[in-house]
Every structure is written in C-alpha cells, then in structure tokens.
Nanobody, 118 residues
Framework: QVQLVESGGGLVQAGGSVRLSCAASGPSLNWYVMGWFRQTPGKEREFVASIFWSGGPNYADSVRGRFIITSDNANKMMYLQMNSLQPEDTAIYYC????????????WGRGTQVTVSS
C-alpha cells in the first residue's frame, strides 16, 4: 500500500516558479510509475508528468519545456519543478502512483492547490 502526501502549493505570479513535493510511504518506489496530475473545477483530472526509474520522464504537451519531474527513490520523494507558470496552470495538483505492470494509477494524494495570478 502506497500513501502519498503533496506539499509546496501556493500563490505565485505569472512567470514565476513553484516546486511541488510528494512524500511516499510504503514499499519501494522502484516498481512504481509516479505521476503528477491536475484538476480545475468542472474539468476532468489531466495528466501532467510521470517518471519511472528505468525510463525517461513523460510530459503533457502543455507543460513540456516548463515543468521538470524528478524522483528520489531512496528517500521516497518525487518533485515537480514548475517554471514560467501561467494562469492556466492554476489547479489542484495530485501526486499519483501505479505499479509498472498496471495501466491505471491506483494511489493518490489529497492534492495541493497552485494558484497563478496574472
């Protein structure tokens, strides 16, 4: 059982940066794909980025080149460095995990709010 807790959200001006953290507890993360998702009111949750220790990171087109996902599996931490933030990046950001053999994310954090002001 993987438990996830996000932190680092807040209010930032357009063009600014924020780093989100995700602390995981439970088994080793080596066999889990870790991801970030975001959701705004009235919209479905959308994929932002993912990472797996044996492969490169994946990004949504909307954030590629601005966001960087990293993980520290030894300390069971994952990060999302968000740069050049825009008002449309405003959302609740969720940390998620899935077994590398699974196609669905089945572990989720409670989310952290990121608000970008124009």
């Amino acid at each position: 059982q993987v438990q996830l807790v996000e932190s680092g959200g807040g209010l930032v001006q357009a063009g600014g940066s924020v780093r989100l953290s995700c602390a995981a507890s439970g088994p080793s993360l080596n066999w889990y794909v870790m991801g970030w998702f975001r959701q705004t009111p009235g919209k479905e949750r959308e994929f932002v980025a993912s990472i797996f220790w044996s492969g490169g990171p994946n990004y949504a087109d909307s954030v590629r080149g601005r966001f960087i996902i990293t993980s520290d599996n030894a300390n069971k931490m994952m990060y999302l460095q968000m740069n050049s933030l825009q008002p449309e990046d405003t959302a609740i950001y969720y940390c998620a995990a899935r077994s590398f053999t699974s196609s669905e994310y089945n572990y989720w954090g409670r989310g952290t709010q990121v608000t970008v002001s124009s």
